[in-house]
T-cell receptor, first 113, second 114 residues
Framework: NAGVTQTPKFQVLKTGQSMTLQCAQD?????MSWYRQDPGMGLRLIHY???????DQGEVPNGYNVSRSTTEDFPLRLLSAAPSQTSVYFC????????????FGQGTRLTVV | AQTVTQSQPEMSVQEAETVTLSCTYD???????LFWYKQPPSRQMILVIR??????QNATENRFSVNFQKAAKSFSLKISDSQLGDAAMYFC???????????FGKGTSLLVTP
């Protein structure tokens, strides 16, 4: 039972570097989302997807890109990392529009220096 | 825009006692879902309990129950017989039925003392 798998768990980047946070789920869920968690701010939505080929912006999308070429994978790309992107990133998935549980990955702690 | 407010940044409870965490939300929707998630130091997000807005009965999961007041837009979490393992950050979250992702509050850090 893998659920939602995020890699890496920890990452340090230099300002200006790019990287991709990976997210994969094996539950055949249509809905996937990326959140960032900052102290005292809760979790804020970055981008989401309602199925392969369909993505949209959330509350804090600037500096991030996503794509969804398969149902299973939903990578988050940082094109040019900035210190303001230091955060913990969570990927989540859920089955449908009902009151179904959102399953979360274990998070990626990203530090940009 | 929908907002979720958790007015208690920190709460403390003694083992075996009862504690209530507050959550209010603002929405113009009539059909929506509310959730409480627990985040222990491991960072894993764990669903504690969920409530559907059109159900008047308050949800209950073992020692966890909610007080859902739709007119007041209030959704508090009651933890009975608190245990040391309940110590965690608790997040209240909202999603309209037509929505695509969760809207979280800022969280309440719960400390459980022996």
């Amino acid at each position: 039972n893998a659920g939602v798998t995020q890699t890496p768990k920890f990452q340090v980047l230099k300002t200006g570097q790019s990287m991709t946070l990976q997210c994969a789920q094996d539950m055949n869920h249509e809905y996937m989302s990326w959140y960032r968690q900052d102290p005292g701010m809760g979790l804020r939505l970055i981008h989401y997807s309602v199925g392969a080929g369909i993505t949209d912006q959330g509350e804090v999308p600037n500096g991030y890109n996503v794509s969804r070429s398969t149902t299973e994978d939903f990578p988050l790309r940082l094109l040019s990392a900035a210190p303001s992107q230091t955060s913990v990133y969570f990927c989540a998935s859920r089955r449908d529009q009902g009151p179904t549980e959102a399953f979360f990955g274990q998070g990626t702690r990203l530090t940009v220096v | 825009a929908q907002t979720v407010t958790q007015s208690q940044p920190e709460m403390s409870v003694q083992e075996a006692e009862t504690v209530t965490l507050s959550c209010t939300y603002d929405t113009s929707e009539s059909d929506y879902y509310l959730f409480w998630y627990k985040q222990p130091p491991s960072r894993q997000m764990i669903l504690v309990i969920r409530q559907e807005a059109y159900k008047q009965q308050n949800a209950t999961e073992n020692r966890f129950s909610v007080n859902f007041q739709k007119a007041a837009k209030s959704f508090s979490l009651k933890i009975s017989d608190s245990q040391l393992g309940d110590a965690a950050m608790y997040f209240c979250a909202y999603r309209p039925r037509s929505g695509y992702a969760l809207n979280f509050g800022k969280g309440t850090s719960l400390l459980v003392t022996p």
